[in-house]
């Protein structure tokens, strides 16, 4: 009797969280979304902004960083595009010493990534995707370094049903706690290394404890805690308004997946948990007129190396940044 229930618990589960057999759940964060001054703040003021992210993958790696085929003849390719307004607001004001900050974005996307692998050559409708707010944020300017640190949350305001495969959001609230520095090796502040630690929790996913199989109701699915890095090292030109560098990320998934099965059951596949690396150039490149900045542009592209669990692939990220009002250049001496 206690294989035909532990079959029927794997079997409900399968098609409750509609993820292959070998995968983890994905967090929140946008990996590579910050890059080589990912610990400084900006200037007090008001930005809108945009960023456009675009990830394609057409490998999946297992927990020994071996390719997973999930089938021989189709190995399939997985693309997710986002487009993701941004409006940031730093303060004059001060706090124990430091500039604080807010900033809240909505992404546009075609895809959520749910679980590596699944989702491959499938097309997702575009849609609103989960909301990003971040509530506060502390800012610190120092002659050789800059620091940072703030608290923020995602919203499951995007599409998401428990099992359903045209996901945008992840149908869970997650609270994210950073801090990072740029540290710099010249008086004018021309030479960075930066890097930032983002600390992911969640709550469990919607829809999730409402499955009952042989008498017994699952709880609710839930991703485990991750923690990312994010920075680079760069030179910049021009009193820092264009750059060039190497940016880089780093994300680990901290704590098992719960899959929601009961007590008397293992709480989570002994798959082991994720991990990728990534690497690639970055460069940023100021619009201006004779007399005004009216935005920077910054674009870096990463590959993805050292995955484990977890889908392998690249990233293209652009994020074009304007001040409000548009600064003034002042003119040459």
């Known amino acids: 009797m206690r294989k035909p229930f532990i079959s029927s618990v794997a079997l409900a589960l399968a098609v409750l969280i509609a993820t292959p057999a070998l995968a983890q759940l994905n967090g929140e964060n946008l990996l590579g979304d910050f890059g080589v ?21 057409k490998t999946i790696k297992d927990k020994n960083g071996d390719d997973l085929t999930l089938d021989p003849e189709q190995p399939g390719s997985q693309t997710l595009n986002a487009f993701v307004p941004m409006f940031i607001y730093v303060s004059e004001t001060k706090l124990l010493g430091g500039n604080y900050g807010m900033m809240a974005v909505v992404p546009v996307a075609n895809g959520g990534l749910e679980a590596p692998g699944f989702g491959f050559e499938s097309d997702i409708d575009t849609g609103f995707g989960d909301l990003y707010v971040m509530p506060f944020q502390l800012g610190w300017q120092k002659p050789r370094a800059d620091i940072v640190t703030a608290f923020a949350l995602f919203a499951p305001t995007g599409r998401y049903e428990a099992g359903g495969d045209d996901n945008v959001g992840k149908g869970m609230w997650s609270y994210e706690f950073s801090a990072g520095t740029t540290v710099y090796f010249d008086k004018a502040k021309t030479l960075s290394l930066a890097t930032t630690g ?21 709880d609710s699915v839930k991703v485990g805690q991750l923690l990312t890095l994010e920075g680079g ?27 929601g099965l009961p007590g008397n059951l293992p709480r989570s596949p002994l798959i082991g948990k994720h991990r990728v690396w990534a690497f690639g150039p970055e460069v940023t490149i100021p619009l201006a007129t004779k007399t005004k900045l009216i935005s920077l542009v910054d674009v870096r592209y990463l590959w993805e190396v050292g995955a484990r669990t977890k889908t392998q692939g690249q990233s293209l990220v652009v994020t074009a940044t304007f001040p409000v009002p548009s600064i003034t250049i002042p003119p040459r001496k």
């Open 198 to 218: 983002f600390w992911e929790i969640h709550t469990g996913k919607s829809g999730t404890g409402d499955v009952t199989v042989a008498g017994v109701t699952l």
């Open 37 to 57: 001054k990912s610990g400084s703040q900006p200037a007090p003021g008001i930005y809108t902004g945009f960023l456009y992210y675009r990830y394609k993958a």
């Open 233 to 259: 090292f760069g030179k910049s030109f021009l009193e820092g308004a264009a750059s060039v560098g190497m940016a880089y990320y780093a994300q680990y998934k901290l704590t098992d997946d719960d899959f």
